[in-house]
């Protein structure tokens, strides 16, 4: 009965030391948004999460991505984009996330499509990489 607890024990501290990661990017100057001066951290991804940001030189990864003299970023916001014009012939907008953006607002200068909730249901059919807003635009009112 110890020796089953003893080994019951060993193997949930190993499991809890080995943590591993589907992707890790090390050694990135960290910029995370707060107002703080950015840090060196590494940052382990699990699925579609960040799991963990720190020292991660240890930690099992999937892939490992070395991120020195780099910036690691919260995504940006592009608040005047005309980004409708585009996003259905591309909707990766690759473009947009080369350059760290991953959301846009679109209608910035008083138009917009009519009806709204319809065109952003096309948006969503569509599946595209960022985020995507529109403005409801004061010049598109009665306009079709």
Known sequence: MVRSAWILLLAVGLWAQTASYDVIISGARVVDGSGSPWFLADIGIRGDSIAAVGDLANAPA????DAEGM????GFIDIHSHGRRGIAAVPTAENYLREGVTTIVEGPDGSSPLPIGQFLDGIRKMAVSVNFATFAGQGAYGRR
């Open 62 to 65: 999937g892939i490992r991505i």
């Open 71 to 74: 910036v690691a970023a919260p």
